[in-house]
């Protein structure tokens, strides 16, 4: 029998490395064509809440970007089907 070590097998580890690899690169790729302003949004909500260790709320974020929670959440979701496209593409 194996005993589990509650430790992270090593490929789990580089799995999960090369998965948060392609996100961002789609997240940046996501971002091309954008305008600076867009960008500009874009990019403090990847900071601050999709890659962050410790995502912010929408109100955070909203508060960050001068919007509302919804103009924040609607930020978010731009950017991420602007990345899913990205990533089904095989673009990535």
């Given at each position: 029998d194996l005993i589990d070590s509650g430790a992270e097998r090593q490929d789990d580890v580089?799995?999960?490395s090369?998965?948060?690899?392609?996100?961002?690169?789609a997240l940046k790729a996501a971002t091309k064509g954008a305008s600076r302003h867009a960008k500009k949004r874009y990019q403090t909500v990847i900071d601050q809440r999709i890659l962050a260790e410790e995502?912010?709320?929408f109100a955070e974020?909203?508060?960050?970007?001068?919007?509302?929670?919804?103009?924040?959440?609607?930020v978010e979701t731009k950017l991420l089907t602007r990345a899913a496209e990205i990533i089904r593409k095989g673009a990535a």
């Open positions: 580089a799995i999960r090369q998965i948060r690899v392609k996100v961002e690169k995502p912010a709320t974020l909203g508060k960050a970007l001068k919007l509302s929670r919804e103009g924040a959440r609607l």
